[in-house]
């Protein structure tokens, strides 16, 4: 005979433990930090401050007044309602308002929101906000206590950064840059086709920059 009991048990169980929003009671690891999130077409910085809010951080994507180009990137053409399955899913769990950060007032309101949070994330050309006002040299003064972090593909400020400030770039480029494409096609020695380079999937370098971003920031 089937012990009724215990099935319920069972059943309370199993919604206890596939409730991930609910973690026994116990605070995230950064339920208390704020996340300003500037990704403007590009993954990357997506991608870094949704790991921070699956930590239990607070994040604000910060989107221009006409939506950020990465809402509309996806290697399949897939869209739900004119958004990417891609930006879906790696866009969760998060607080959306739009800025225009090349607007006087739109700045006055991101100095706002600056003056409250602990994490800014941007992905803009490197000296943008800086022309604007609103690097991190010039919101440091607002905010001590601001991690800035700039996601570029060659820097800020070093001689490489002045070399390729014009240059187009891609996960693709960047996968060749780095070597991964390398590293994944066959070996030197094989005849061709089979030694030459070969990309791995979609946003390869996204996902090991966005990573590698979250660390600096812990």
Known sequence: MQDKGAAKRL?????VISDIMSPEGKPEALSDTVVLDLSYANFTGVIATTLLDEAGAEVINIEPPEGDPAR????YGVNVQGTG???????????????????????ENLIALVKKADVLIETFEPGMMDSLGIGYRQLEKINPGLIYVAITPYGQY???????????????TSQAESGLAAL????????EPY?????????????????SSVCSIL
Do not use: Q
Request: net charge negative.
């Open 158 to 172: 070093t001689n490489k950064a002045k070399e390729c400030a014009s240059m187009p770039w891609s996960d693709l």
């Open 184 to 191: 994944v096609g066959g070996l030197a020695d094989e005849p």
């Open 72 to 75: 509309v990137m996806t290697p």
């Open 85 to 107: 399955i891609p930006y879906l899913m790696e866009s969760r769990n998060k607080y959306n308002i739009t800025l225009d950060i090349h607007d006087e007032k739109g700045r």
């Open 195 to 211: 030694n030459w380079p070969t990309r791995t999937g979609f946003y390869a370098t996204g996902y090991a920059t966005a990573v």
């Open 11 to 15: 059943s309370e169980w199993s919604n």
